[in-house]
Nanobody, 118 residues
């Protein structure tokens, strides 16, 4: 059982930066694979970035070189640093926790709105 609470969303102009945070509580944070997903109306939720316990990361092709996912195990928090933001990045961003040995054990945050517009 993991609770995830996102924060840091907002309105940013194209080319700007934003950092999202996901604070977690519950089971030991360090064992969970953490991820950021995003979703817009009419589209399925897509993986943006993920990070494993050991620090290995994966990124969607659309955000490589612009976004960076990181985690602070001492604070039970995962971050998503977003740079060079584009209008296409506009979405609700969700924090996800997935158990590496039990993929059915998945928890989601409530989401935070990110809007990129001039």
């Amino acid at each position: 059982q993991v609770q995830c609470v996102e924060s840091g969303g907002g309105l940013v102009q194209p080319g700007g930066s934003l950092r999202l945070s996901c604070a977690t509580s519950g089971d030991s944070f360090t064992i969970w694979t953490m991820g950021w997903y995003r979703q817009t109306p009419g589209k399925q939720r897509e993986l943006v970035a993920s990070i494993k316990t050991g620090g290995s990361t994966t990124y969607a092709d659309s955000v490589k070189g612009r976004f960076t996912i990181s985690r602070d195990n001492a604070k039970n928090t995962v971050y998503l640093q977003m740079n060079s933001l584009k209008p296409e990045d506009t979405a609700v961003y969700y924090c996800n926790a997935k158990h590496p040995l039990f993929p059915s054990s998945t928890y989601w945050g409530q989401g935070t709105q990110v809007t990129i517009s001039s």
